[in-house]
């Protein structure tokens, strides 16, 4: 299955997106004075992301690039704010870490089954929950004054919980049935 660029208004919002998202993190990382702006960037992406989703399904432009393009970009916005608000002191260390980890597995086990099994994993109902409790979550630190950001460290408690159940549920979902049909050694 060969994989390319779709010109369709979802890949091209998702590619705004991507653009965005070091802008995002530039204001983020100069200071509570550019707070407001980063904010800004932080729900415009957001916003963008919930439109291109809209616009595909709505106007049948979904396409196999866009299934893996969208989820890719998703990962790159919430581990670079999450780094940056780390950076800035106003997360703690593990809720990147996380990220990262889970992130980083999501990709490994859609590579094997896209390579292997010939399968894109199409997000569900489940792992676009976890990303809209992370996002919230996100976005309460944006408005959160600087003497209450210790909360930053329990606020992150039940996006981390549900995105563990999310992911034991793909496994379920995706993995489990190509472990079972796996062919025998000869």
Same mark, same amino acid.
């Given at each position: 299955? !060969?994989?390319?660029? =779709?010109?369709?208004?979802?890949?091209?919002?998702?590619?705004? $997106?991507?653009?965005?998202?070091?802008?995002?993190?530039?204001?983020?990382?100069?200071? =509570? $004075?550019?707070?407001?702006?980063?904010?800004?960037?932080?729900?415009?992406?957001?916003?963008?992301?919930? #439109?291109?989703? *809209?616009?595909?399904?709505?106007?049948?432009?979904?396409?196999?690039?866009?299934?893996?393009?969208? &989820?890719?970009?998703?990962?790159?916005?919430?581990?670079?704010?999450?780094?940056?608000?780390?950076?800035?002191?106003?997360? &703690?260390?593990?809720?990147?870490?996380?990220?990262? #980890?889970? =992130?980083?597995?999501?990709?490994?086990?859609?590579?094997?089954?896209?390579? !292997?099994?010939?399968?894109?994993?199409?997000?569900?109902? *489940?792992?676009? #929950?976890?990303?809209?409790?992370?996002?919230?979550?996100?976005?309460?630190?944006?408005?959160?004054?600087?003497?209450?950001?210790?909360?930053?460290? *329990?606020?992150?408690?039940?996006?981390?919980?549900?995105?563990?159940?999310?992911?034991?549920?793909?496994?379920?979902?995706?993995?489990?049935?190509? #472990? $079972?049909?796996?062919?025998?050694?000869?």
């Amino acid at each position: 299955m !060969k994989l390319r660029f =779709e010109p369709t208004i979802p890949n091209y919002l998702t590619t705004v $997106r991507l653009a965005a998202i070091p802008f995002m993190a530039w204001f983020i990382y100069a200071g =509570e $004075r550019y707070n407001t702006i980063a904010f800004i960037f932080f729900v415009s992406i957001w916003a963008t992301d919930m #439109l291109d989703g *809209y616009i595909a399904r709505h106007y049948n432009m979904i396409s196999n690039f866009g299934k893996i393009y969208d &989820p890719f970009v998703d990962k790159v916005f919430q581990f670079t704010t999450a780094t940056t608000l780390f950076i800035t002191h106003r997360l &703690p260390l593990w809720v990147p870490v996380f990220i990262f #980890l889970k =992130e980083a597995m999501m990709i490994v086990g859609g590579f094997f089954l896209l390579k !292997k099994r010939k399968t894109i994993i199409q997000a569900r109902w *489940y792992g676009k #929950l976890a990303t809209v409790l992370f996002v919230a979550c996100f976005a309460v630190l944006f408005v959160l004054p600087s003497d209450k950001q210790q909360w930053a460290q *329990y606020i992150f408690i039940i996006p981390v919980g549900w995105a563990l159940v999310a992911y034991l549920l793909y496994g379920i979902r995706f993995m489990i049935p190509h #472990l $079972r049909h796996k062919k025998p050694a000869a």
